[in-house]
């Protein structure tokens, strides 16, 4: 039969309206002389934010050389919302500083006060005229309504110290006593209070006099630590809505409102409550020609909200959330070097960072196989999967092997039996690596001389795994899954060891999660890379030009990387993800002239 054909340009698709109303505006009130040395503040900021948005779809037909074979957007729907959200922002702030001698304290306090009171109203009708859509406008009472509200006050009392001694010992102390109340039609209400208390001290040695004897090459030293504990609040001043709850929620789940736009999303509510304890170190040396910073972190965050995972045919958002604990420890090393003496100047700066992290709660949470987030005792985002033990060489290895499918032949992967119970399911899983890395680092140089200018930026990670999602590693998996230059390297009995499986249409057993498809997520890519050259002013002046630069630059112009599959890029290959989005390189030529 003829394949179906687009709709003729003529054709009607629909038509989607959206207006949006901004008002914001900013009331500060100051006093500056009520007393030596203090200050006080009132600022206000209220918004309104108004959205009417219509959308109608009509029907598409999709025709053969003849006639209509298929349809687009059955049923002509028109669906209308309008959301009004206000808000307000209030500020009442006090600064005091005083001085006796060497000792020097700052004083501030204060009150916040974050309010929102948002509603949307939403309506749908299916199978109405073209005029109902052109006009946005419903003849009859709508098919489906819905009225959605939120309201909260997040509001704060705190308070903040300052000590400095001569300028050689620094002490801070803050306190901040919140409140948080959110309420809203699409979860249950909640009101919690929570005290956020944060202290640091730091030694500056280079201005003791000792140290200035023993190390004069010194011009900055100070040692430094902090601790604290503060709250993390997710989208708490909002109605949280999305269009791809219904767009990824597959085969028409009604289990969501029948809204094209405006289905609630749960949200996790309350406070994270997260601890941070550090430790520093900061130097200057050669009158600031090297600059060296170093820290040791630790982190904790007692109460996690950890979204629970959903099989994929359920849709793509989570529908709760789990309370979990999770610590995160690690370091950072940042030097640099710079020379801006003389005609010829240059500089170099690398940092360097380590970081670990591990879910130490996350009750009765077990890992599936893919990319799991939460799973207590291994890292937040971790991988799980199979283990592979190679391929089946012959029929006598599929039957001498645990039961992994009835697909299950020679050339197919071979996954290891790890409980021994002569079978592969998910008792079998095991832990393939963290998507986190370990290690992240950059470089950042550059110099200019004679009006030139060059400068580059390196960045990369390591110790890092990543396992795009198997299906699309496989050709024939779907109508639309057609084969690489690189799959043609697939096992046969004259190829055993190769890179890919043995190819069959609708390959389900071959793409399950498994070590053969985890890859190594380090890379190091040249972020930016830019020349120029600024003509002098000895003759810009003689055509009445200040300044005339002419240069080139690139965004991500090499990179070197581990992936076993090539055309994967690392750097967006995040959890199961691996060619969400084309990978672009960007050269650009460029004149600036000022007169």
Do not use: C
Request: charged share 20%; aromatic share 14%.
């Amino acid at each position: 039969s003829d394949p179906p054909r687009v709709p003729p340009a003529e054709d009607d698709g629909g038509e989607r309206d959206e207006k949006n109303n901004y008002v914001d505006a900013v009331f500060t009130l100051r006093a500056d002389s009520l007393a030596k040395g203090l200050t006080l503040r009132l600022i206000y900021s209220p918004q309104k934010h108004t959205l009417q948005d219509n959308l109608g779809r009509n029907t598409l037909k999709l025709w053969t050389r003849v006639a209509p074979a298929a349809t687009i957007q059955p049923d002509n729907m028109l669906q209308t919302s309008r959301l009004v959200a206000k808000g307000g922002n209030l500020q009442l702030l006090g600064d005091y500083d005083t001085k006796k001698g060497k000792h020097n304290i700052h004083l501030l306090g204060g009150y916040t006060q974050e309010t929102y009171n948002t509603t949307q109203n939403t309506a749908a009708s299916y199978d109405i005229s073209q005029q109902e859509i052109n006009n946005s406008n419903f003849s009859n009472a709508p098919e489906y309504t819905q009225l959605l509200q939120a309201s909260g006050t997040l509001s704060s009392v705190f308070g903040k110290l300052n000590y400095n001694y001569d300028n050689r010992y620094l002490v801070e102390a803050n306190l901040i006593g919140a409140r948080l109340s959110q309420y809203s039609t699409s979860f249950a209400g909640k009101e919690q209070w929570q005290g956020f208390p944060s202290f640091s001290a730091g030694w500056r040695l280079n201005n003791e006099t000792w140290f200035n004897h023993a190390l004069p090459f010194f011009n900055e030293f100070k040692l430094r630590w902090s601790w604290g504990r503060l709250g993390n609040v997710n989208s708490w001043n909002s109605i949280p809505n999305d269009e791809r709850l219904q767009t990824f929620t597959f085969n028409n789940d009604r289990r969501f409102l029948p809204f094209v736009y405006k289905n609630p999303v749960i949200q996790a509510q309350g406070w994270e409550n997260i601890s941070t304890n550090n430790y520093g170190w900061d130097a200057t040396l050669f009158r600031g020609r090297l600059t060296l910073a170093a820290d040791y972190f630790t982190k904790r965050n007692s109460d996690m909200q950890i979204p629970v995972l959903t099989a994929s045919k359920d849709g793509a958002w989570p529908i709760a959330f789990h309370e979990g604990e999770m610590k995160t420890w690690g370091w950072e090393m940042n030097i640099g070097w710079r020379n801006d003496r003389g005609p010829f100047t240059w500089y170099i700066n690398a940092n360097l960072f380590n970081s670990q992290n591990k879910v130490l709660r996350n009750d009765d949470v077990l890992p599936q196989a893919g990319w799991n987030q939460g799973i207590a005792g291994y890292p937040y985002s971790s991988l799980f999967g199979y283990q592979v033990e190679g391929y089946f060489q012959s029929k006598s290895e599929v039957d001498a092997h645990a039961y992994q499918s009835a697909q299950a032949g020679p050339g197919d992967l071979r996954y290891k039996d790890i409980n021994g119970d002569f079978r592969i399911d998910n008792a079998d899983l095991v832990y393939l690596g963290s998507t986190d890395p370990q290690v992240s680092y950059g470089i950042d140089a550059g110099f200019s001389w004679n009006g030139f200018d060059f400068s580059v930026f390196f960045q990369g990670v390591a110790n890092r795994k990543v396992m795009p999602d198997p299906r699309y590693n496989m050709p024939f998996t779907g109508a639309w899954q057609q084969p690489w230059d690189i799959n043609q390297d697939y096992w046969t009995p004259g190829n055993p060891n190769a890179m890919f499986p043995r190819l069959y249409l609708n390959d389900q057993h071959n793409t399950l999660p498994s070590s053969q498809w985890v890859m190594n997520g380090s890379y190091i890519r040249l972020k930016n890379l830019q020349v120029g050259y600024s003509l002098p002013a000895s003759v810009l002046k003689k055509m009445w030009i200040s300044s005339l630069r002419i240069y080139f630059s690139g965004q991500d112009l090499w990179e070197n990387t581990r992936m076993k599959i090539k055309y994967y890029d690392p750097e967006q290959a995040g959890g199961y993800n691996g060619n969400v989005y084309p990978f672009f390189r960007s050269y650009t030529m460029g004149l600036g002239v000022s007169f």
